[in-house]
């Protein structure tokens, strides 16, 4: 053994003996050790000896004990005992006050005993500690069994093996196992229903670095309550003697499984809360239904379900009365829009094919959702349930889920469709919770969906009633050729009044509308055709353009939106002049042949419907080869530029696109096709009436 009490290379692991270092208990305590010949002299002294009694050895050897250690009261006491030891065999312990050198008197704690010689003499031997020190450390002790045995927080040593030395009550109530079993079992033994792995490592990392872990949070399942999920704050520190040996490492394990419960529960409602204030924003940016079934299902995916599908109603996505709807009482869905986060990573193979038609089985749960109205919830799915959820929310090929729900969209009092979740991935099934923040986003979606339906439909019943109102193409007229082209707004809901009109008047002339109602939607489309109707039979009344204008001004009165604009030509191909009236309208486009591009210098004059204000004629002359261009601000006007900018990029699109050399309608139709591409505005929030008219250059 070397001079530190390290192990020496040659000395065998676990052999049978072992140095310890310096500062254990016996140092701690200094027993002092004392031998007394039969007649009570001194014969042997040691160093502890010394420190306690405060004698060197060559003060005491040789003297009596009780006259140099004891006050002369207790003399008479101390033969009394000596004699009993020596004489009786019997040991002695207790505390008795001892004489320092320094004159004190001192308690001591003395252990007393007889010992017997090779030669046979017989010996006393003392053993003596200071008594307070040893009721301090006995106090000590006493403290720390029991509060390690009555701690509610677990307890345990761990050797550097990772093996039990010691575990108390509360950790053993833990782990469902006895303390005594549990020591000396390694530490995947005891806490097997942990992540082992996770918590060795852990450990691992303390002994190696000596660095404590703090308040480690790990959940699982006791065996002592399989059924309920708890959760523990872990801490970790190594253990080291005075030398800096590792003894081993100690950990403590605090249940605080409410906490977690609270910490989870504010979790979830903190996500509930995220999840609708993004509804609010992310689902019902355009007024289109499958768009808006699209955000819905990649609102929920991943963070409430691995997988999700919008379904429809058909009959929700027909207009009233639409002829083969089915009866009510049979369940006919359309899919909308799919969403599942186990899809492959290029996103391919989706839970089920957007754009579906399937009916529903009367006892499925979705059929059950929409019929009744409210959530149905499959908080676990079993063999009974595969085949129905796995038709609404589930396909081939994709992990099965364990939870399910189908939650009904409602808008304005009517069921228009089910939005299903489904969970692969989630380990907890779908709880109340969750039904009523899928509820509360389905609702919000829902209303979302229905104004959708409600704009397409008018968007369709608009544009449907403007393109019947507006003329088919014109019959070929004298000395003109003719293109139009009529664009829709983009948006549902946005169909304007706009509208041209070509009309045949007596002696070869021909009237050119074009005419823009103000406002969108139905009511804008049946105000247009009651103003074109209105020019068109004004027209057989061979009026000159502004009287035209001022009897169409007077029909306003009483229409729900009676202002628009129009622009009233009338051209004569025998004096190749155009007379034309305008109210309130861009001015119209003249080309002249080999010339360029120029806006008609007009009276702008006033929109129809301000009443009261007279319109002016004037004349312009269109001769062979010029062309004449009508438009309505749909095609110049752009959100962020000005309108002479437009009109500027306008003529010059003309002039480049303009061949005098080129004639016949199909060039004037690539004119149109070039005029819309270029200029319209690609959001498309209005719609366009084009009509450019052209003089063949033969027509004399």
Same mark, same amino acid.
């Given at each position: ?6 192990? +020496? ?55 009596? #004990? ?64 200071? &008594? &307070? ?46 303390? =005594? ?53 872990? &801490? ?76 429809? !109603? *058909? ?10 709807? +089915? ?39 979705? #059929? ?53 979740? #489904? ?7 779908? *709880? ?58 983009? #948006? ?8 041209? =009109? ?17 406002? &969108? ?64 309208? !861009? ?34 002359? !269109? ?63 209005? *719609? ?13």
């Amino acid at each position: 053994m070397n001079a530190t009490g390290s192990r +020496p290379p040659d000395e065998p692991a676990g052999g049978a003996y072992r140095t310890s270092a310096p500062g254990g208990l016996l140092d701690v305590l200094k027993v002092a050790a004392v031998v007394l010949d039969d007649r009570g002299r001194i014969v042997l002294w040691s160093p502890q000896a010394e420190e306690v009694f405060g004698y060197s050895a060559q003060e005491a050897l040789g003297r009596f #004990a009780a006259r140099l250690l004891v006050r002369e009261e207790h003399v008479d006491l101390v033969t009394g005992l000596f004699a009993q030891v020596m004489q009786e065999g019997l040991s002695w312990a207790g505390v008795f006050p001892v004489r320092h050198k320094d004159g004190s008197t001192r308690l001591l704690e003395f252990r007393n005993m007889r010992l017997r010689g090779e030669s046979g003499d017989l010996y006393a031997l003392g053993l003596a500690t200071e &008594s &307070s020190t040893l009721r301090r450390l006995e106090r000590d002790v006493a403290l720390s069994s029991r509060l390690v045995a009555q701690s509610p927080i677990g307890l345990a040593v761990l050797d550097p093996g990772l093996r039990f030395m010691t575990i108390n009550p509360a950790l053993a109530r833990i782990t469902g196992r006895p303390a =005594d079993e549990l020591t000396g079992r390694p530490l995947r033994d005891g806490l097997a229903f942990l992540d082992v792995e996770l918590v060795e490592t852990a450990v691992r990392q303390v002994l190696k670095t000596g660095a404590p872990l703090v308040d480690q949070n790990v959940v699982g399942r006791t065996p002592a309550e399989p059924g309920q999920v708890h959760a523990w704050s872990v &801490s970790y520190h190594r253990l080291e003697a005075g030398d800096g040996r590792v003894l081993g490492l100690a950990l403590s394990a605090v249940d605080v499984t409410d906490r977690h419960r609270a910490a989870t529960e504010a979790a979830h409602a903190r996500r509930r809360l995220a999840m609708i204030a993004d509804a609010s924003v992310r689902v019902g940016t355009t007024l289109d239904v499958e768009q808006t079934a699209r955000e819905l299902a990649g609102l929920v995916v991943p963070d409430l379900a691995d997988a999700a599908t919008v379904d429809l !109603l *058909d009959a929700a996505l027909r207009s009233p009365g639409t002829p083969g709807a +089915p009866p009510a009482r049979r369940r006919f869905f359309r899919t909308l829009a799919v969403a599942d986060a186990d899809a492959d990573a290029e996103g391919t193979g989706p839970v089920t094919a957007a754009g579906r038609s399937y009916e529903a089985d009367a006892d499925s749960p979705v #059929a059950r959702c929409v019929r009744e109205g409210r959530p149905v919830l499959v908080a676990r799915v079993g063999e009974e349930d595969r085949r129905h959820v796995a038709r609404t929310a589930h396909g081939t090929g994709r992990p099965e889920p364990h939870s399910y729900m189908a939650v009904p969209l409602i808008a304005r009092g009517s069921v228009l469709g089910a939005l299903h979740l #489904a969970r692969t991935r989630h380990a907890e099934p779908f *709880d109340e919770d969750d039904v009523v923040l899928a509820r509360e986003l389905a609702g919000r979606a829902a209303v979302s969906i229905d104004n959708a339906r409600w704009y397409q439909r008018e968007h369709d019943t608009a544009l449907t009633l403007q393109r019947s109102l507006l003329p088919h193409r014109p019959e070929p007229r004298p000395g003109l050729e003719l293109a139009y082209r009529y664009q829709p707004a983009g #948006a549902p809901g946005d169909v304007g009044g706009d509208w041209f =009109d070509v009309i045949p008047l007596a002696d070869d002339r021909t009237a050119l509308v074009v005419g823009d109602v103000m406002g &969108s939607g139905v009511t804008a489309a049946a105000t247009m055709g009651q103003l074109r109707n209105t020019t068109r039979a004004l027209a057989d009344l061979d009026l000159d353009p502004a009287e035209i204008l001022r009897h169409v001004d007077r029909s306003t009165t009483g229409l729900e939106q009676s202002t628009a604009t129009c622009v009233y030509a009338v051209y004569d191909p025998h004096r190749h002049a155009c007379l034309v009236a305008n109210a309130g309208h !861009l001015p119209p486009v003249r080309i002249p042949a080999g010339g360029a591009p120029e806006l008609l210098r007009l009276p702008t004059g006033v929109p129809l419907g301000v009443g009261g204000v007279p319109f002016a004629n004037r004349t312009v002359p !269109l001769r062979p080869g010029d062309r004449l261009v009508l438009y309505t601000d749909g095609l110049v006007e752009v959100r962020g530029e000005s309108i002479d900018t437009r009109l500027d990029q306008l003529l010059a699109l003309l002039a480049d696109a303009t061949d005098a050399t080129d004639a016949g309608n199909g060039h004037l139709d690539r004119v149109c096709d070039r005029v819309l591409r270029t200029m319209r505005d690609p959001a498309g929030h209005d *719609d366009v009436a084009l009509l450019i008219a052209r003089v063949p250059p033969h027509h004399a």
